[in-house]
Structures are given as C-alpha cells and as structure tokens.
C-alpha cells in the first residue's frame, strides 16, 4: 500500500512538470528557448511551415514565436530573427539582435 501512494505520489508530482515545460501566454520565444522548454520540435516545423517561412536549424532556433492563450503550449509564427534571437530573461519577451 505504501509503495502504491508513493507511486502514486510520483505520478502526480512529474505530471505536473510536463505542464510547467509548456511556454507562458502572450510571451515571445525565441526557438532555442521553445526547445529548451519542451518537445516543440514537430511544433515549431508545423508552425514554420504554415508561415511559408524558413526552416533549417538556424531558422528553428532563431524565429520567434508568440505563445497562445490557451494553456496547451500553442504557439504561433511572429518575426525571423536574421541578426539571432535574444534570450530576455525568465518571465520575459525574447526578441530580435
């Protein structure tokens, strides 16, 4: 029984990681950072390819993305960055060099 409540409380516990690497509504990320967050990969390619824009490794790490609203992690195209992509900080926008 003890062993089922810990089980249990490890279940809980990593669910709720997996919701914490979801980007955070109406920031900007950069790609890299998107990357770092989560499995954006199929994502970002999706989103990329929807915008007709670029996508090869440079591209992917260094477009940014607007996060949605709607608290699934949703991410939408906003502005290749040419000149790379600027980590803002924790809580904040990244942008364009």
């Known amino acids: 029984m003890k062993f089922a409540l810990a089980s249990l409380a490890v279940a809980?516990?990593?669910s709720s990681l997996v919701l914490a690497d979801n980007c955070?509504?109406?920031?900007?990320?950069c790609g890299y950072n998107l990357?770092?967050?989560?499995d954006y990969m199929s994502t970002?390619?999706?989103t990329l390819i929807d915008a007709n824009a670029n996508m090869n490794e440079y591209w992917i790490n260094n477009t940014l993305f607007l996060c949605k609203q709607d608290d699934n992690g949703a991410i939408a195209y906003f502005s290749a960055c040419s000149n790379g992509c600027i980590d803002g900080g924790f809580?904040?926008?990244?942008?364009?060099?």
Not at 91 to 97: L, W
């Open 44 to 46: 970002i390619r999706s």
């Open 24 to 29: 955070r509504s109406h920031i900007y990320y």
């Open 91 to 97: 809580g904040k926008s990244d942008h364009c060099a």
């Open 12 to 14: 809980i516990s990593c």
């Open 35 to 38: 990357l770092r967050r989560g």
